[in-house]
């Protein structure tokens, strides 16, 4: 498992993890009939004031954290250098659909089918490691897990208050526009130049 924006690992990703959600939820629903795995949303529902306030939130957080994470830790070595519009395409879906799978797998599968023989914290701090864990084999190294681990557990911890995945993708997302943001700025300072720490030494 690794940051490669080939075209044919990317294909090749991109199927593997969406059988991987598609296929609890097609035994879930289909063979077991029990439908533990499931997707929900509010529809008609407005996001809270607290639910709009978390988002700005998260910008802001992301924006005075993820800088200081993957330059300092060299972690940003990780994901290959971009140079085309193409590989900056690539980079740009690509960190966007891993970030919706991991809402999707580790929230709405891994954590759903845990709560159902686990209380609600231990359910989400063993749906944290799973997450942390895939999260080290794609490139968060270093002290990585100290973001992530929190951040999955946060987002368990929202995923039952707001009973929406359409919530807690749009959190991830959000996080991503700004990590994929870092990565550009941190392979080519000169593109981008719109954070205040210092580029890495060349």
Known sequence: MEANLEWGNIALMGAVLT???????????WVFREHVVRFPGRPGEPWS???????????VLGYSILPIY???????HNWPTIETPSEIARLFVGVGFV????????????FA???????????????????????????????????TLPFALIQGWI????????YIVTVHLLFDVVVFLVLVY???PTWL??????????
């Open 70 to 76: 993957f330059i300092t830790s060299g972690s940003y």
């Open 186 to 188: 941190a392979h080519h």
């Open 113 to 147: 089918l845990l709560r159902r023989h686990f209380p609600f914290w231990i359910a989400n701090v063993l749906q944290a490691i799973v997450f942390v864990s895939f999260l080290w084999e794609l490139g968060y190294r270093s002290w990585g897990p100290a973001l």
């Open 193 to 202: 130049p719109i954070f205040f720490v210092a580029p890495p030494v060349k």
């Open 19 to 29: 059988v991987c959600v598609v296929f609890p939820y097609a035994m879930s629903r």
């Open 159 to 166: 995923f039952t208050k707001s009973r929406s995945v359409f």
């Open 49 to 59: 004031r607290g639910e709009w306030t978390w988002l700005a939130a998260v910008l």
């Open 99 to 110: 970030g919706i799978w991991d809402e999707l797998f580790f929230i709405c599968v891994v």
